[in-house]
């Protein structure tokens, strides 16, 4: 017949289970780039002058 499944030890299910958590953790890219779109002057002042915000762009929009 067919092969008898073995029950599998619970401490390797908790070992499976805390490396596969580190994988996705470790994998993670922290430093993801946000786009962030601004309506009024006020607002795009506070953005430009925020020391915690590395503004990479400035896309402006034009009369055409």
């Given amino acids: 017949m067919g092969k008898q499944v073995l029950p599998v ?3 390797r299910q908790v070992a499976k ?3 596969n958590s580190f994988w996705g953790r470790w994998g993670m890219n922290l430093n993801k780039t946000k786009l962030s779109y601004v309506n ?3 607002d795009f002042n506070r953005y430009l002058s925020d ?3 590395n503004i990479k762009d400035i896309f402006l929009p034009s009369e055409e």
Wanted: no cysteine.
């Fill in 9 to 11: 030890s619970r401490r």
């Fill in 17 to 19: 289970l805390a490396l």
């Fill in 40 to 42: 009024s002057v006020p």
């Fill in 51 to 53: 020391p915690t915000k």
